[in-house]
């Protein structure tokens, strides 16, 4: 699919690409502050936070390594199967490290909230949230969020690592779809 077909499936720009920029900038220096001289080990929850976390660490100009995970609590479809799955878990370990999960998006909360949990179990001296959009009216659990981009509405939506059906992902800002993308019209 051409670049110009994904930009004219989009009903609306949420948070332009320089507002994104400025915003790292703000939340890279907020993390130099906030862990320099630690030991820091960012986890980025794949697929989504790819973009947040290549982008943002880039910024940082404290020492960092790098792990990812992939979690998934759908079953089939779009209804949740209630049980969380690690589809990939880590390959470093996390005793007496700080880690700095990264998110691209924050909904409901119940997925990150278990992915907290199971990662605090795990010895570390501790875990931290970051995370570029939050939905606060969707939130289903209260989740100690230190560093937040932008608090959005709860809609729908794409660009900017997020993706409606693999597609949009490399869309450099946040937008909402035009209704007839995915009302299948």
């Known amino acids: 699919m051409a670049n110009g077909s994904l930009e004219n499936d989009i009903e609306h720009v949420l948070i332009p690409t320089d507002e ?3 915003r790292l900038d703000e939340i890279a220096r907020e993390i130099d502050r906030d862990y320099a001289d630690k030991d ?5 929850v794949l697929k989504g936070a790819i973009m947040v976390v290549a982008d943002l660490t880039r910024r940082m100009t404290i ?3 790098m792990d990812w995970m992939a ?4 079953g089939s479809g779009t209804k949740s199967s209630g049980v969380v799955r690690i589809l990939k878990d880590l390959d470093s370990d996390l005793h007496g ?6 998110e691209d998006i924050i909904d409901s909360g119940l997925t990150l909230s278990w992915l907290v949990a199971n990662l605090r179990s795990r ?4 875990v931290e949230i970051a995370t570029m959009l939050r939905k606060p ?3 289903k ?6 560093y937040v981009g932008f608090d959005i509405p709860n809609e729908f939506v794409v660009g900017y690592g997020l993706d409606y059906d693999e597609k949009y992902r490399n869309l450099p800002y946040v937008g909402t779809l035009k209704a007839e993308v995915y009302s299948g019209r």
């Open 97 to 102: 490290r700080h880690v700095l999960v990264i």
């Open 71 to 74: 979690v998934s609590s759908y």
């Open 20 to 22: 994104l920029n400025g």
């Open 63 to 65: 020492p960092v390594t």
């Open 141 to 146: 659990v209260d989740v100690d969020v230190r």
């Open 137 to 139: 009216d969707a939130a």
């Open 40 to 44: 820091v080990l960012v986890v980025g």
């Open 123 to 126: 010895g570390p001296e501790s």
